[in-house]
């Protein structure tokens, strides 16, 4: 393919300020002085806190004269001690802004310590339930840069943080508006390294999240017109990024899918994400991973209330089938494609627990997104089938 990455440098600004192309992570410096941050905490997580990148992106700041520290101590699914200890390395520092780099683990947690910095409240008590959020104190909330190097979540664009309750064995949605990052740098040179099955499982992640915002049931066109472009730079870009992790265009219309993703599930999820934050709470399974695997067998589930927009969806893709069956098989391909596997037996998850998950599902926040209301034992089935494999009505 005919590398254009150079076309693709852009300054947008919904729904942030955004700076994308290929290596625009040297604007770091400059970005933190547009916000007046002169000494900001760098969160990553452990595995990219020895990679050249972030040591490049500290010395881009150091040499710019700001005061930067680095926060590494971060788990795969961010805990809220995680959170808690990122709070006391930003005050030990005295720090006046959040760097976040990385996978949503990275961003998640950078976003929250920005959040909790000036909070006198803990953490739990501004979980995304009713008007929990207004609790905060919103000048207490610290300014944040996000430059994801994976194109999956989209949390750089989000205004929440899933962080794991480690004390419960639950994931909590911790939301306020003012969490949305200042900036957002999209620098596909940051993900060129990043390995094939990640790459898989995050892309599907970012498709995961266009389609349930898409098949969320609220009306809400701006988000559906997003959440379809979003799919579509999928379906052209995820199998390229997968075969060439140096392909520059691929990489970086990815990432533009990931935060287009996030974007649209402003507008809501659904079934798979209730279920997938389940899994990642009880047995700390990747979370793109989760969403790849379980896709189809939602999608099935789903299929009486979602089959005239899926119908719409397989034109727009420009499918070889239209309607549900070709999107069906679309999908069930492109998971072959990237080597994901069919079900839930095959990464090692039983059904031992089918009762407690179908509970959890059907109460965790993105269940609200659902096509169709499902029950905790609805829930129950659709785990039952993932287990093992079988795609039923």
């Known amino acids: 393919m005919t590398n254009h990455s150079a076309d693709l440098n852009a300054d947008w600004h919904y729904p942030t300020s955004i700076r994308n192309g290929a290596g625009r992570i040297k604007e770091l410096p400059d970005a933190c002085k547009s916000l007046s941050i002169q000494a900001p905490l760098l969160v990553t997580d452990p595995g990219l806190a020895a990679l050249p990148m972030i040591k490049q992106a500290l010395k881009h700041c150091r040499d710019s004269g700001l005061h930067c520290n680095l926060f590494c101590n971060i788990q795969g699914d961010p805990t809220g001690q995680n959170v808690e200890d990122g709070i006391t390395a930003y005050k030990a520092g005295n720090h006046d802004g959040v760097i976040a780099i990385g996978g949503g683990s990275s961003l998640d947690t950078g976003k929250a310590i920005a959040l909790m910095a000036g909070q006198t409240r803990p953490l739990w008590d501004f ?38 309750d480690e004390a419960n064995l639950v994931k909590r949605i911790i939301f306020h508006p003012n969490m949305l990052p200042s900036i957002v740098i999209l620098d596909a040179e940051l993900t060129v390294d990043l390995p094939p099955q990640i790459t898989a499982a995050t892309g599907m992640d970012a498709l995961s999240h266009c389609l349930e915002a898409y098949c969320a049931p609220s009306y809400h ?94 034109r727009y893709l420009d499918l070889p089938t239209r ?18 596997p069919h079900s839930l037996a095959d990464i090692a998850i039983d059904d031992r627990q089918a009762v407690r998950v179908g509970k959890m599902a059907a109460a965790d926040p993105s269940a609200g997104g659902n096509p169709i209301v499902f029950s905790a034992e609805r829930y129950s089935e659709v785990f039952r089938d993932a287990v093992k494999g079988e795609i039923n009505q």
């Open 221 to 314: 066109p701006m988000a559906d017109g997003i959440a379809l472009e979003g799919m579509r730079l999928v379906k052209e870009n995820l199998p390229l990024a997968y075969v060439n992790g140096q392909d520059l265009e691929a990489r970086s219309q990815m990432l533009v899918a990931s935060s287009m993703g996030a974007t649209a599930f402003q507008k809501g999820l659904g079934g798979m994400h209730a279920i997938a934050h389940t899994l990642g709470a009880l047995y700390g399974a990747h979370h793109g991973l989760l969403n790849a695997i379980l896709m189809p067998y939602v999608l099935k589930a789903n299929q009486a209330a979602i089959e005239p927009r899926i119908e719409r969806l397989s």
């Open 323 to 340: 309607g549900f069956d070709g999107f069906m098989d679309w999908v069930l391909e492109m998971r072959n494609t990237l080597g994901i």
């Open 127 to 164: 979980e995304d339930i009713g008007d929990n959020w207004t609790r905060a104190d919103p000048a207490a909330i610290v300014p944040t840069i996000a430059i994801p190097t994976t194109a999956g979540t989209g949390s750089e664009v989000g205004r929440a943080s899933v962080i794991t």
